[in-house]
């Protein structure tokens, strides 16, 4: 059974760092892509960032680009995000998912966001920056 655990989101600070994890168990990360995911109150969900752990190839969105850097440990089966920087534009719930590779990062990425069936996902954490 594929399951995803979101652990690392709190209350920040503006300018402070929070790092998510997220735990796969029931599968190998190899051929997926894994990514993060957040929907803020009343805002579509964005992907902000995804990774490949076959090749760590990654997208990111234009929004966390130098901000934010996802990784992946394959030997713990375990996603990253490390967020710097942060804003309380960045307050929203956040998701890890995972679907398999069908064509490159940046268009999974999209493809996931815009539909949940494309991926296998997490119950999400909250990320809240105050300002």
């Known amino acids: 059974q594929v399951q995803l655990v979101e652990s690392g989101g709190g209350l920040v600070q503006s300018g402070g760092s929070l790092r998510l994890s997220c735990a796969a168990s029931?599968?190998?990360?190899?051929?997926?892509?894994i990514g993060w995911f957040r929907q803020a109150p009343g805002k579509e969900r964005e992907g902000v960032s995804c990774?490949?752990?076959?090749?760590?190839?990654?997208y990111y969105a234009d929004s966390v680009k130098g901000r934010f850097t996802i990784s992946v440990d394959n030997a713990k089966n375990t996603v990253y995000l490390q967020m710097n920087s942060l804003n309380p534009e960045d307050t929203a719930v956040y998701y890890c998912?995972?679907?398999?590779?069908?064509?490159?990062?940046?268009?999974?990425?999209?493809?996931?966001?815009?539909?949940?069936?494309?991926?296998?996902w997490g119950q999400g954490t909250q990320v809240t920056v105050s300002s």
């Open positions: 998912a995972a679907g398999r590779r069908l064509t490159t990062v940046q268009a999974m990425c999209v493809m996931i966001s815009r539909s949940r069936e494309f991926a296998s």
């Open positions: 029931g599968f190998t990360l190899a051929f997926y892509v």
């Open positions: 990774i490949s752990s076959t090749d760590n190839s990654t």
